[in-house]
């Protein structure tokens, strides 16, 4: 235990339970050479789970060293599997909440792709904040009405207003938690709109000891009950939580409480899932050893093995086995980012047509959810290389 004190409940005692040292603090910031891949700023993680409300969060992490401009690269429309998850998503959202002719805010929107898809598929308008926003990238053969601004939202925003306000994968980049929603809630004052967050689901990664899922990024990891504790303690009432994307995200829908004072705070209990906690480091420790013993004997065999995912995943496992001379290549389907190299461990990033030269003997699969769409594609280039998820090495 120490003295830690918890960004989302603010005074419960913090355990300690995984460490990493040395690890890129960026995970998906294109890096144009070896030398600068190798040479990235590094910070340390220390994973410390709150006995109090089950917030978990490194406690570590310094946020002077987060880059979010951009050179940050983090889109995933170039996948068929994760463009229909976003399109369910928004018909889901739209359907449910009867979002047409509304007005949406988005905050952490990237390069607008899921905003695009709320205001084209039901004639909305919208507004997007992110730092890191690219130029629009997406056309439409009719007019939308979306427009962004290049910040952090914040309560200097607070004249925009929406019916439905959007957040999908950035409150795990956000450090101190319960001040953020509670300033997007006293940013909305007395407007009552629906307002929704996406984060991954961190409760999957502890069952499964998915240290691949750990990187400097995320400071912040959310089981459904801390989530829910972090959205009632400051002001607002969860209408609904799930999880979806084969159960690695957890989906929250919530609205402002009409009563709401922001010194109050929610009674929260010792969380219930501490086994899960407890085993983690166990879990991640056999996985780790798998896998090193895996890799030296494919090299040692002159087996050429690449990983396919350059992003967080592929960054993490990469980084935290120490690969620089076992995998020389990660295959990554975003065109943007061929050409570039790993933070922190230098393999260069291939495109899926470079495989033809590469002839891999095996491939390590990131993410499970592609590896149907992966095998499709490596068979359409006559590849048949020996294909393992990065959950299970022995198979």
Request: net charge negative; proline share 4%.
């Amino acid at each position: 235990m120490n003295k830690v004190i918890c960004p989302s409940c603010f005074h419960h005692g913090i355990e300690i339970f995984y460490s990493v040292e040395n690890v890129p603090v960026n995970s998906v910031i294109q890096v144009p050479t070896v030398k600068e891949a190798l040479d990235f700023q590094q910070g340390d993680i220390l994973l410390g789970s709150c006995m109090g409300c089950g917030f978990i969060f490194n406690t570590a992490f310094d946020s002077n060293l987060a880059e979010y401009s951009e050179r940050y690269e983090s889109t995933q429309r170039h996948s068929g599997t994760f463009s229909k998850f976003n399109q369910n998503l928004a018909e889901k959202l739209i359907e449910k909440h009867d979002l047409v002719n509304k007005s949406i805010i988005e905050i952490g929107c990237g390069d607008g792709e899921f905003l695009y898809l709320l205001c084209q598929i039901a004639n909305n308008s919208g507004v997007g904040f992110d730092p890191a926003h690219h130029e629009s990238v997406f056309t439409s053969e009719a007019a939308v009405d979306v427009s962004f601004v290049s910040d952090y939202f914040s309560e200097k925003y607070g004249h925009y207003k929406a019916d439905f306000y959007v957040c999908k994968m950035t409150l795990e980049h956000v450090q101190e938690v319960a001040k953020f929603v509670s300033m997007i809630r006293m940013t909305i004052g007395d407007n009552y709109p629906t307002v929704f967050f996406q984060v991954p689901n961190f409760e999957k990664c502890l069952r499964e000891g998915a240290f691949w899922d750990v990187y400097y990024e995320h400071c912040s990891y959310f089981m459904s009950e801390s989530l829910k504790r972090c959205f009632e303690n400051n002001g607002f009432d969860v209408m609904d939580l799930w999880s979806d994307f084969e159960d690695q995200y957890l989906m929250v829908e919530t609205v402002p409480l009409r009563t709401w004072h922001k010194d109050v705070r929610l009674p929260v209990d010792v969380p219930a899932k501490t086994g899960l906690i407890s085993s983690f480091r166990s879990l991640t420790e056999n996985l780790r050893e798998a896998w090193t013993r895996k890799l030296t004997l494919n090299m040692r065999s002159g087996n050429e093995t690449v990983i396919w995912g350059s992003s967080s995943k592929g960054v993490s496992f990469l980084t935290t086995l120490e690969t620089r001379s076992i995998i020389n290549f990660a295959v990554d389907i975003n065109p943007n980012k061929r050409g570039m190299f790993i933070p922190g461990s230098g393999q260069e990033i291939v495109g899926p047509q470079d495989l033809r030269d590469i002839k891999p003997d095996t491939v390590i699969v990131m993410n499970p959810v592609y590896t149907e769409e992966i095998k499709r594609t490596l068979m359409e280039m006559e590849l048949f290389p020996t294909i393992l998820s990065v959950e299970h090495p022995t198979i």
